[in-house]
Structure formats: C-alpha cells, structure tokens
C-alpha cells in the first residue's frame, strides 16, 4: 500500500472518529428524559433532534409531574406518533403497543428496551392491563391510544377503549390528554416517519375520573381528544350511548 493510501485511510479514520463522537455529543445535549441507560439517554436524544428537524415539531409542555404515576392518552393518527410524545415529554413514556407490532423482528429488541407493554388484542388483553397498572403503582408514566388503532380525523366517530379509565380507577392516575396534529403520513405507520411533517402535540390539563362512571370519563376524554369540528358536531358516541340509555329508561 502507498504512502498516499496510507495517509488517507488514516485521515478517513480519523474523521470518522471525530465526526461520530460529534454525533454522540449532539445527541446526549438533546437528550430530555432520563432513561436510566446511557444509550438509551443518547437514542432519546436522536429521536428529539429527528422530530425536531425533520417533522419540525412543535409542542406545549405536557403538564407531567415530577414523579408519580401517570396516564397519557393521545389521538393517534399514524406510526409516527409515539416519537412525537417521546419528544415532548420530559420522563420516559412507556407504550401499550399491539403484539403484532410488538413482535416485529427488528424492532423488539428496541421496543423491549424502552419498555413497551404488548398488547393481545383477541387473546389475553387483561395481561397488559395488569403489567400497565404495575408500571403505574412503581410511579411510571404509561401512554396509550384509546382508539385502539388509528383513527383519523375524518374517520366516523368510535368509542374509545374501556382500559385507560379502568387504570385511573384502579391506580388513582390522572389521564394528560395529548393531541398529535400535521403528520403528513396520516394512516401510514413505518412510511410516517420518513416522511416530513410539520407536527404539533397539544398537551391539555389532566383529567380527573374521580366520582365519574367509566362512560361519562370517556366522554369527556373523546371530547378533548376530537377535532373541534367534531366537538360542535356533536358526534361524540359516549354522548349518544347516554342519550339511548336515557330514553330506554324514560
């Protein structure tokens, strides 16, 4: 080998050195949340800069107390989503996430490490439930889509899932609605995040269920996570189950 070739691959090597360790420094300083692991601390860090730069995130900062247990329940409109949240918040999110998504080869490893809570959707459903009220009663924050799946905007109004409400009750949790908006991948899960947005998570004040039934708690959680369009419609189901049951019982 050349004196020349020599000398370059020694300065490649160099740059390389320097250049990745300048990659690590960027990350670690956008970190935000204590993960516990350092490599965890410097991925926060990428998914903050990710989300920052390329779908030009814009947020409020979530109302999440310093410690404490806490439920996030967020609209969820593509595979973008949990890294939005992840960028906003100040603490570690842990994530009910499907088994099918959960079981992806090439991401369960990562998933298992962030501590994401696969869900069984026909099977056992109760398993997550129990493992969601653990993470809570250990002062933990779990997030979670009460819609079950993703629903758009313009989608026809659906309940959202029982689960979330049934935690709050069984842990004494408050539930911190959030809002994801401008994802340009709407309905697309993996292709989300490579596509670039302009993306705003609204953080709202927690909601209370004490003294509250499942339905009314609901209702109420449906209504700040809709779109104001659907407010004024009128079109929450939570809403017209009661109107129903009223009139069955008139």
Same mark, same amino acid.
Request: glycine share 8%.
């Given at each position: 080998m050349s004196t020349l070739a020599i000398t370059l691959l020694i300065s490649g090597i160099v740059l390389f050195v320097f250049l990745w360790r300048k990659f690590l420094r960027a990350c670690e300083a956008a970190n935000g949340a204590d993960w516990g692991r350092r490599w965890l601390n410097r991925l926060d860090g990428l998914n903050r800069i990710l989300c920052r730069r390329f779908h030009r995130l814009n947020h409020d900062a979530l109302n999440?107390?310093?410690? +404490? +247990?806490? #439920?996030? $329940?967020?609209n969820h409109v593509s595979g973008l989503d949990p890294l939005l949240l992840l960028a906003a918040s100040p603490r570690p999110l842990r994530f009910l996430i499907a088994r099918e998504e959960y079981?992806?080869?090439?991401?369960?490893w990562l998933?298992?490490?962030? +501590?994401?809570?696969?869900?069984?959707?026909?099977?056992?459903?109760?398993?997550? #439930?129990? $493992?969601?009220?653990?993470?809570?009663?250990? +002062?933990?924050?779990?997030?979670l889509f009460p819609h079950g799946r993703i629903h758009l905007d313009h989608h026809p109004p659906t309940p959202l899932k029982r689960g979330i409400v049934l935690l709050a009750r069984m842990t004494g949790a408050p539930i911190l609605p959030v809002r994801v908006e401008g994802v340009r991948g709407q309905g697309r899960t993996v292709a989300a995040v490579f596509i670039p947005s302009r993306a705003r998570v609204q953080g709202f004040s927690p909601l209370q269920c004490d003294g509250l039934s499942v339905e009314d708690c609901l209702e109420k959680l449906w209504d700040i996570l809709a779109p104001p369009q659907a407010r004024a419609g009128h079109e929450n189901p939570h809403r017209s189950r009661h109107s129903r049951r009223r009139r069955a019982q008139d």
């Open positions: 999440l107390p310093a410690s +404490g +247990g806490v #439920l996030v $329940a967020s079981d992806r080869w090439w991401l369960r998933l298992r490490a962030v +501590g994401c809570i696969p869900v069984e959707r026909t099977r056992n459903p109760r398993a997550a #439930l129990y $493992a969601a009220r653990e993470a809570l009663e250990r +002062g933990e924050v779990v997030a």
